[in-house]
């Protein structure tokens, strides 16, 4: 709770794929509150006087999985809505303003992002939610201890750079300091 918010501050790519996980931690303890809270968060809270507050927190996020009909699969509606603005701010740098710094990065980019596209089932999805399911893919590969390829982590590389352009752009955005006519 007090991570996400700072993450959504300061960080909303890593705020994306924070909540990604939360989501299927809260999956993976069957939306059991006590279960997760005990073996979960408990463990790594500082001190018991934040226990009362992440339980609130976990507990609004079950129902909303809930009430959202994601118990099994998807992303929160809050987390779809920024997702969408995120994909604005990246089809706008791209086709709108005369980033040629982002439309670089994008380049290099694009290509893992249409490779990791053609060998999943994301074929639906756009650019920049490729590349926070490659992100996030690559997250649950580490907490496995699973190898990650030198070539995987160079497309990896590529697609966390372009994220993370888009998150600093994407603060700037919100804070009303991002100019798109003068670029």
Same mark, same amino acid.
Do not use: C
């Given at each position: 709770?007090? =991570? ?6 300061? !960080? ?10 939360? @989501? ?13 809270m005990d073996a979960y =968060? ?8 934040f226990l009362a507050q ?58 893992h992002i249409e490779e ?9 999805? !756009?650019?920049? @939610? ?16 699973? @190898? ?36």
């Amino acid at each position: 709770m007090l =991570v996400a918010e700072q993450k959504i501050k300061n !960080n909303i790519a890593e705020y994306i794929l924070y909540m990604y996980q939360v @989501e299927d931690v809260i999956r993976a303890y069957q939306f059991d509150l006590d279960k997760l809270m005990d073996a979960y =968060v408990r463990p790594q809270l500082p001190d018991e006087s934040f226990l009362a507050q992440y339980r609130k927190w976990y507990s609004s996020l079950m129902m909303q999985m809930r009430s959202e009909k994601i118990e099994t699969s998807g992303h929160l509606l809050s987390t779809q809505e920024i997702m969408v603005e995120l994909t604005y701010l990246h089809n706008t740098l791209l086709n709108l303003t005369d980033n040629d710094k982002y439309k670089d990065i994008f380049k290099v980019a694009n290509d893992h992002i249409e490779e990791f596209k053609s060998k999943s089932n994301l074929k639906d999805k !756009n650019h920049v @939610e490729i590349a926070f399911q490659a992100l996030y893919m690559k997250l649950l590969l580490r907490l496995q201890r699973k @190898e990650i390829s030198p070539a995987s982590e160079e497309a990896f590389d590529s697609m966390r750079i372009m994220l993370a352009f888009l998150s600093r752009a994407y603060v700037r955005m919100k804070a009303g300091d991002l100019d798109f006519l003068n670029n």
